[in-house]
């Protein structure tokens, strides 16, 4: 699975967009971005996923950029509920099916 | 629809010990899989049974360590003579089938075992 970069940390005011970065320049053209997050003391739950189009769901949204290098998630309002940590993965479709997570992105919705 | 359900939610036991932890996928769902944490840590894989072919167990840390799954639902994670090193949050996920394009793995709450 290719390495992805990602803030350690990021606040945002609660009812504003969180707009959480990742980088992954080593993507390669059959592996897909995947986020999860996990919210203190829960297990990891699936957000969304893309290929190269930008993809929306009830939860977020998903804009890769034209050459893959990089992503972005985003939280249209977030909510105090939001606060958890935030992982982005890239994998291939056939890669096996465990996940790899690495540090993820800290974010933390403030009042 | 439920939920992976996990049990116990937490367990202390004394080094040396054995230890079962239990999983409950989603009904229906081929794709079982086990992860650890530890505190502050990403996810750890450990094992993953896909239907009725022989588990992935490449992920296992040690003898120590087995897991089941029973009748392709139910599966029990076994850590016999528990060191200290194994404390740490033991989630399940499971999954529709293996090679889904979508990939989404549902998570239970996980079980936090501290070994004393």
Same mark, same amino acid.
């Given at each position: ?12 005011? $609660? ?6 970065? +990742? ?9 897909? &971005? ?8 829960? /297990? ?10 930008? $993809?929306?769901? $009830? ?6 950029? $034209? ?20 992982? +982005? ?6 890669? /096996? ?6 540090? /993820?992105?800290?974010?933390? &919705?403030?009042? | 629809?439920?939920? *992976? ?68 639902? *139910? ?42």
């Amino acid at each position: 699975d290719a390495k992805t970069t990602q803030p350690t940390s990021m606040d945002c005011a $609660e009812g504003r967009a969180a707009n959480l970065p +990742c980088n992954h320049s080593t993507i390669s053209g059959n592996e897909y &971005v995947y986020w999860y997050r996990q919210i203190h003391s829960q /297990g990891p739950q699936y957000i969304i996923h893309g290929l190269k189009n930008n $993809e929306t769901n $009830e939860m977020a949204s998903l804009i890769i950029t $034209e050459d893959r290098k990089s992503s972005t998630l985003i939280l249209p309002h977030a909510t105090l509920r939001d606060t958890a940590v935030y992982y +982005c993965i890239v994998r291939a479709h056939n890669a /096996g099916n465990m996940l790899t997570f690495g540090g /993820g992105t800290r974010l933390m &919705v403030k009042p | 629809g439920a939920g *992976v359900s996990q049990s116990p939610s937490n367990k202390v036991t004394e080094k040396g010990k054995d230890v079962e932890l239990r999983c409950d996928p989603i009904s229906g769902h081929t794709a079982l899989y086990w992860y650890r944490q530890s505190l502050g840590q990403g996810l750890e894989f450990l094992i993953y049974f896909q239907g009725n072919s022989a588990p992935d167990k490449s992920g296992l840390p040690s003898d120590r360590f087995s897991a089941e799954r029973t009748g392709g639902s *139910v599966s029990t994670l076994t850590i016999q003579r528990t060191q200290q090193e194994d404390s740490a949050v033991y989630l399940c996920a499971s999954s529709l089938r293996l090679g889904q394009v979508t990939n989404e793995q549902f998570f239970g709450p996980g079980t936090r075992l501290t070994v004393l």
